[in-house]
């Protein structure tokens, strides 16, 4: 199974900004829905953003409205999540998933394939 590659990952003072990348060679994001999820040492994966297939349909957790903002770029095969506002608790290993079913784009474990993720380190 082709797997998502991220990148962009690293140390930030709380209040900082980060953006992250996902881009895959062997698949073509116009035809899966992409979510970034995160864990962190100790914690479940959770939920952060994602889109749907089409594009038209970008879903947050709640801890994400207002401060993360997905986008994507077709032309580069490139899914970005940009961070804003980091805090100490946000460090974590980021994902990026993609899945061909576009129902439920916030749920855990319903993606086809992810990549190794990238880490966020966040100092307070």
């Known amino acids: 199974q082709p797997q998502p590659v991220e990148s962009g990952g690293g140390l930030v003072q709380a209040g900082g900004s980060l953006t992250l990348s996902c881009t895959a060679s062997?698949?073509?994001?116009?035809?899966?829905?992409i979510g970034w999820f995160r864990q962190a040492p100790g914690k479940q994966r959770a939920f952060v953003a994602a889109?749907?297939?089409?594009?038209?349909?970008?879903e947050y957790a709640d801890f994400a409205k207002g401060r993360f903002m997905i986008s994507r770029d077709l032309a580069r095969n490139t899914v970005s999540l940009q961070l804003n506002s980091l805090k100490p608790g946000e460090a974590a290993l980021y994902y990026c998933?993609?899945?061909?079913?576009?129902?439920?784009?916030?749920?855990?474990?319903?993606?086809?394939?992810w990549g190794q993720g990238t880490q966020v380190t966040v100092s307070s």
């Open positions: 062997e698949l073509t994001f116009n035809n899966y829905a």
């Open positions: 889109f749907s297939r089409n594009g038209f349909i970008a």
């Open positions: 998933e993609a899945k061909v079913l576009d129902l439920h784009l916030d749920l855990i474990f319903s993606y086809d394939t």
